[in-house]
């Protein structure tokens, strides 16, 4: 079992920025993500990053302006959102994946993660 708690999510204007976190427990991680969900879309990832070597990977409608990051020490998963949009309004989700094989080939897809946080709602006003 994992066990995942996020924070951080808020409203903010166009062109600020917003730090989420993620607390974890549990179960070993092979890849840890960062979705989001805004309302009558599909989830989608925007983050990235294997437990391992650190490597991350991000879609190019958030390349540059989002950083992923972990805290090992802490168990603690990081969102660094900058120059936000009003498109990037959604549920964030935090999830983990336990899995190699989907990690390393599906990471992109929410169905590669078993475990899932709350969400926590980001606003974005123009």
């Known amino acids: 079992q994992v066990q995942l708690v996020e924070s951080g999510g808020g409203s903010v204007q166009a062109g600020g920025s917003l730090r989420l976190s993620c607390a974890a427990s549990g179960n070993t991680r092979y890849c840890m993500g960062w979705f989001r969900q805004a309302p009558g879309k599909e989830r989608e990832g925007v983050a990235v990053?294997?437990?391992?070597?650190?490597?991350?990977y991000y879609p190019d409608s958030v390349k540059g302006r989002f950083t992923i990051s972990q805290d090992n020490a802490k168990n603690t998963l990081f969102l660094q959102m900058n120059s936000l949009q009003p498109e990037d309004t959604a549920m964030y989700y935090c999830a983990a994946g336990t899995g190699p094989w989907d990690c390393y080939q599906r990471y992109g897809e929410p169905g590669a993660y078993n475990y899932w946080g709350q969400g926590t709602q980001v606003t974005v006003s123009s």
């Open positions: 990053i294997y437990a391992g070597g650190g490597s991350t």
